[in-house]
């Protein structure tokens, strides 16, 4: 009788465990089989940033890279998926964040079949057009924002106005430049040098990128990127777009570079599931409080905290 | 209990009045099945519990519906089981249900041999509810296994009947109103 007792536990155990398995295997498995779509829509809408989602109760506002870059993954993993489509409608975001989805998109056309063509909207300028730069064919409506290439670092001194109103800020630090970009007082020219350098560095990876993406020369790209913006179809002139029309012309050619026969099925990769949204809900600590949420410190407005942006 | 539980999946059936044996497998049938549709929908723990809760009243429900059929049919050919009877007979005569866990893992290996017995698992599933419904079934209303076999796919057939005409009967009242 004992071995009954150990063959039912056994057994009991074995398909609980399979299911444990099936459950906790399932967005590995999810993301490799083949889906029905040949096309992966990933919209960029918004601030590019590395933010953090914030769960189930973030307004969702902005173009969080890191799940930008997942859904990338997935597309890419899909074995289904011939082409992505970026729909972007983005000012710009962070250097960082702009560049790492760049370089995942660049993964992708590189070590990969699959196509990526970019569909602006209102604007994709700055941030917006680094990862646009990322894809095979960019697609721009004539009156689309785009350009806008380079970096800007931006700090205000309120020193004068805080003497007004009789605040006085004292600073410990450990180090001469740990308070760079204070806004209480005048930028040294130590500060201005050490951050022009990072401003220079950073805009030259900017154009190397967009070098590598369009494939186009650093001659001929230099005399346009000193920072202003075009119309889609002034940056059609300018090669930085390769053809005008909205998104629905955007997907045709999508079809068309990626051979797709008939119509193509378009799946939202940036798009969480119903299960997959409340997933993290339950899993993870409750969010903050309203009144906590309010006077928390990381719900305030958020350039100012950002040294190096590469938006406007 | 463990002897017990042994004894409805293998044994002869002494063990068929056992209710907290029916529990025991309605909650472990249950988990495995929420677990399994949270994998396949990439859920998280959110959605096991929901797809608990739904799989709940869609058991209960269906369990009701089906153990309904099952003895009224088995009363037809003769029956003399009593209905909570049958009650715990379909609940135990489910427990096959419960391979589907390795079935589903077996075929996500990547391997030949994987799929092979993800599918030979599967077709375990598949007849052994059968099986192990249509001896439960004839243990309980002592009925001969054709009877009892009989009675589970009427029971089946009656169950998919009553499900087109619960899609075919709003229809016609919405086109023909």
Request: hydrophobic share 45%.
């Amino acid at each position: 009788m004992r071995l009954n007792r150990i063959l039912a536990l056994a057994l009991v155990t074995l398909c609980f465990i399979a299911a444990l398995g099936n459950w906790l295997g399932g967005s590995v498995s999810k993301s490799k089989s083949p889906g029905s779509a040949n096309v992966a829509l990933i919209n960029v809408y918004g601030v590019i940033s590395d933010e953090s989602s914030g769960g189930a109760f973030s307004s969702g506002d902005g173009a969080n890279a890191n799940k930008l870059i997942q859904s990338i993954k997935n597309a890419r993993e899909d074995e289904g998926i011939k082409a992505i489509l970026l729909r972007i409608n983005s000012p710009g975001g962070t250097a960082a964040a702009s560049q790492a989805v760049y370089e995942e998109l660049m993964r992708t056309r590189n070590d990969s079949d699959i196509k990526i063509i970019a569909s602006l909207g209102d604007v994709a300028a700055s941030g917006g057009y680094y990862i646009a730069s990322a894809a095979d064919h960019i697609v721009a409506n004539p009156s689309s924002i785009t350009g806008s290439i380079g970096v800007i670092v931006r700090t205000q001194n309120v020193s004068s106005l805080m003497d007004k109103i009789g605040v006085q800020t004292n600073t410990i630090q450990s180090g001469p430049l740990k308070d760079i970009l204070s806004p209480f007082r005048e930028t040294k020219p130590e500060e201005r040098k050490i951050l022009q350098g990072v401003v220079d560095e950073s805009y030259q990876q900017f154009l190397d990128a967009i070098v590598a993406g369009r494939e186009m020369s650093l001659d001929k790209l230099k005399p346009l990127a000193d920072g202003r913006i075009f119309t889609g179809t002034q940056a059609k002139e300018k090669n930085l777009v390769d053809s005008l029309g909205n998104y629905y012309d955007a997907l045709k050619t999508t079809a068309e570079l990626a051979n797709i026969s008939g119509e193509p099925s378009v799946r939202d990769f940036g798009k969480s599931s119903f299960f997959g949204d409340l997933g993290p809900f339950l899993s993870q600590s409750y969010p903050p409080l309203p009144t906590e949420w309010i006077s928390s410190e990381s719900q305030w407005p958020r350039w100012y905290k950002i040294p190096l942006t590469i938006m406007e | 209990m463990l002897d017990a539980l042994f004894t409805t999946f293998f044994g002869p059936q002494p063990s068929r009045s056992h209710s907290s044996i029916t529990v025991l497998i309605g909650f472990v049938l249950l988990s495995i099945l929420a677990l399994n549709a949270a994998g396949k929908t990439g859920a998280g723990i959110a959605g096991v519990i929901i797809f608990f809760l739904l799989f709940l009243v869609a058991g209960l429900l269906g369990w009701l519906w089906v153990s309904a059929a099952l003895h009224f049919i088995a009363q037809l050919f003769g029956g003399q089981g009593s209905a909570q009877a049958s009650l715990q007979a379909v609940m135990q005569g489910l427990w096959p249900l419960m391979i589907s866990g390795p079935a589903i893992a077996a075929s996500r290996w990547p391997s030949l041999l994987g799929q092979f017995l993800g599918l030979l698992l599967g077709f375990v599933v598949l007849i052994g509810t059968v099986i192990t419904l249509t001896r439960a079934l004839g243990q309980v209303h002592q009925l001969h296994w054709q009877k009892a076999l009989l009675s589970v796919v009427l029971t089946l057939v009656s169950s998919l009947l009553a499900w087109l005409g619960l899609i075919l009967w709003p229809l016609m009242v919405l086109f023909g109103l």
